[in-house]
């Protein structure tokens, strides 16, 4: 029966903890699969860092920018909030024992999406100066006009990409660690 249990084991982490409290048959037992579970555990993080590069990719692009700093000015995004999501961006490697560090990195990310779409995307235009409702306040620049009407168009769709791939990177996570819930 435990042998069963040993053989389903989903993440390295409850290797761990199976191992931590059973007698050394079961340890050894451990050690000798480890190699197995080992495999498992690169390539999860395989996955787990693909994501973490492609939202890298949409968040440096589209959202890690100065424009984009000074337009949430105001908004309540806490710089923690960022500070956590450029850490989880910045991963090169996945070590046993990060999956807490990143899934409190994608949390942060997800608080930070949701803060942009309720706070900052209905005042966007505004907020850029391409809004006809404010016409005082409208950028004369043609070429930054142009621009920022661009921004504004694609802004939703860079948004929803992030979230998509939030998302995914979280149930990814969820299924490796199904504990980081319980958290």
Not at 11 to 32: A, H, P
Not at 38 to 65: G, M, Q
Not at 148 to 157: A, D, E, G, K, L
Request: charged share 25%.
């Amino acid at each position: 029966m435990l042998v069963e249990r040993i053989k389903s084991i989903s993440s390295f982490t409850e290797i761990w903890l199976i191992g931590k409290n059973r007698d050394r048959k079961v340890i050894q037992y451990l050690e000798t699969g480890l190699s197995v579970h080992t495999t498992f555990f690169s390539l999860e993080a395989e996955r787990l860092l693909s994501l973490i590069r492609k939202i890298k990719e949409v968040f440096e692009n589209h959202f890690d920018r100065t424009w984009f700093s000074v337009i949430i000015d105001g908004l309540p995004i806490d710089f923690r909030t960022v500070r956590e999501i450029r850490e989880l961006v910045s991963l090169h490697s996945i070590r046993p024992g990060d999956e807490r560090a990143i899934y409190q990195g994608v949390l942060e990310l997800n608080q930070f999406i949701l803060h942009v779409r309720k706070f900052l995307l209905p005042v966007i235009k505004e907020r850029l100066g391409v809004s006809s409702l404010v016409p005082h306040k409208i950028v004369r620049d043609k070429n930054q006009y142009l621009i920022r009407r661009f921004v504004v168009y694609t802004f939703p769709y860079n948004l929803d990409r992030l979230s998509i791939l939030s998302e995914e990177l979280e149930n990814h996570l969820l299924l490796a660690y199904p504990f980081l819930k319980l958290a």
